[in-house]
């Protein structure tokens, strides 16, 4: 009971200073009672929910504990709370669980609606999203590959990854080692019998390697992992300012078909702000190079709640981009760890009942110029509770991202911190590679080693 009212306190009390709330649990006559009791300095709240039965099921019971903590505090917090009670990393995963238990949709939303207080945009987008993602069923034979490149030319005051500028020689050995990571990946794919379905190149930002590493890399990845023509092929290229032409030609000839650029904002002084050393001019003239590079499928990636922005700055930034007609826009909600330098610099963040309302904003205006929402996610940090979220025009989507959702398919993960997910018969299992760049190339055999581990998905299989 202490986790599911835990939840609710974050939802409106995100600092979680001086709020204090007892939730009691009591049955009679048929029913259980939850009367949760909140007292916020001065202010007190109090609410009772109840249910018929007895003997509740655990989600029963979490959702009676989270109602009776939510009309208890709500009315003492100025933070709206659009997703209801429905917390947890994936909002779109309910949705799933609720129809694969033999729901109409109608239900569905009358349960988001009723039980879980959801908002009407919400619940249309974590349906929209989990029809989305119910056209991926579970398949223990296909895998894709994700490739972490883990420097970047700057770091964002927002960011809490393991990411580094990288000296050139460092550079190199890391790429030289992850070639031979990726070799042995392709070896075991090919004695599984698996089928690789997607390549995702991610980090960081791979395209902060020289031109000569981009393109050993990909050469490698094309020949190792033998990428077929037509899957799925993507290498992010999210820092403008590391976009050039050979770059974009070496990637199109070692069949990259779907690259991310991503300008955050398209205001230059909320760039400087957040240590993106690149403007928004730069980002412009990175995705018309990657246009005229023969590029049909290019993603942005844009931040809601940014330090500095307030709603109108915002939806110039969405307008912007939206006017370069990309095939897929990925919206974040500004997410801060507690390593972020951001979060150590006291700078204020934006309020969420403004965030809540870019959100919303999105939604309706992507959605209007025929964009769908196809994956989404929390974090626990995010500003509000708020969601980030994939849309893409109809065809476009990545299945690599719905993957990263849904578990449909292995993942391999190669490189400094990745995180393989195996799709065992009953379960998913993680395997983990080294963090830091430095563990990964001076503990190497391990990290190969470790690749054997994949075997275990040949159980059962
Ligand atoms: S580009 Fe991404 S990985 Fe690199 S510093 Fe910025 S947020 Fe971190």
Known sequence: MDYEAEQIVLLFFPEHHNVTLKSTLSVSGGKTYVTSEADILTKKGKHTESMDGTDLSKRDLGNLVKRSAYFALSPLSPLPAPWGILTGVRPAKLVRILMEEGKTEAEVRQILRDVYLADEDKINLAVSVALEEGRHPRNRKNVCVYIGIPFCPSRCSYCSFISGTGAVATQEEYVRLLLLEIKRTGEIIRELGLSLKAVYIGGGTPTSLSVSLLEK?????????????????????????????????????????????????????????????????????????????????????????????????????????????????????????????????????????????????????????????????????????????????????????????????????????????????????????????????HDFDEVLRRKEQFYKINQLM
């Open 217 to 441: 890399l990909h050469s490698g990845i094309c020949d190792f992992l033998q990428v077929q023509e037509n899957m799925e092929f993507t290498t992010e290229a999210g820092r403008p300012d590391t976009v050039t032409p050979e770059k974009l030609q070496i990637l199109k000839q070692y069949g990259t078909n779907r690259i991310s650029i991503n300008p955050q904002t398209m205001h230059d002084e909320t760039l400087r702000r957040i240590g993106r050393r690149h403007t928004a001019q730069q980002f412009l003239d990175a995705f018309s190079m990657a246009r005229e590079a023969g590029f049909d499928n290019i993603n942005t990636d844009l931040i809601a709640g940014l330090p500095g922005e307030d709603f109108s700055m915002y939806c110039h930034s969405l307008e912007t981009i939206l006017s370069l007609s990309p095939e897929s826009l990925t919206l974040h909600t500004l997410y801060i760890k507690r390593a972020s330098a951001l979060r150590q610099s006291g700078e204020p963040v934006i309020q969420v009942p403004e965030v809540a309302d870019m959100l919303a904003c999105t939604y309706r205006s992507v959605t209007e110029k025929g964009y769908l929402p196809y994956y989404m996610y929390r974090q626990k940090a995010t500003v509000g509770n708020l969601e980030n979220v994939g849309y893409a025009k109809p065809g476009t989507e990545s299945f690599y991202n719905t993957v990263t959702m849904t578990d449909c398919a292995h993942i391999f993960a190669l490189g400094a911190g990745g995180v393989s997910r195996l799709l065992l018969p009953d379960k998913v299992e993680r395997v983990f590679n080294f963090k830091h760049d430095d563990g990964y190339t």
